[in-house]
């Protein structure tokens, strides 16, 4: 059974899930924010010891599920760039927000690229740039994002 504390980490994971496929008109839908990759970014910064890679692969694994893509694309795409951060989360943590923020850009920059790759060698996906317009909104909420969940972490005492 799930503590206190893994309780509201699974509650912040699936309200990431459900903004990420939540409708939204066709003109704005194109921006939305990797909001799984963000709030799994926050927690392996957070607790790299309890949230890690299996957690990214199965939440990945789960997007699959829900927006209908061949299975193992996002999982296999999450769960390498969440061991990125897990490797060198001490050095991550150290960076002002707005440096972290950067580096989401670039996590979430690697994560469509890596989602388009594997999904062009198993479909005949076809690249267009602005299958990276996520990449700026999730730039531009980290930081918003990092102080909400930091927030919830310190009023909930999750260690």
Known sequence: MFSHNGIIIVFTLLIALMASIMPMPLSVDAFRPDWVLIVLVYWCLALPNKI??????????????????????????????????????????????????????????????????????????????????????SVILWPWVFLLLRRVRRHFKIK
Not at 52 to 71: H, K, Q, R, Y
Not at 102 to 126: E, K, M, S
């Open 52 to 137: 890690n890679i299996i957690t990214a692969w199965f939440m990945g694994f789960i997007l699959d599920v829900l927006l209908g893509s061949v299975l193992g694309v996002h999982a296999a795409a999450m769960a390498l760039s969440v061991y990125i951060v897990v490797v060198n989360f001490q050095k991550i943590r150290n960076f002002s927000v707005w440096q972290q923020a950067l580096i989401i850009g670039v996590l979430a920059a690697l994560y469509h690229l890596l989602v388009f790759w594997l999904q062009r060698f198993l479909t005949d996906a076809v690249f267009l740039t602005s299958y990276l317009y996520p990449v700026i909104t």
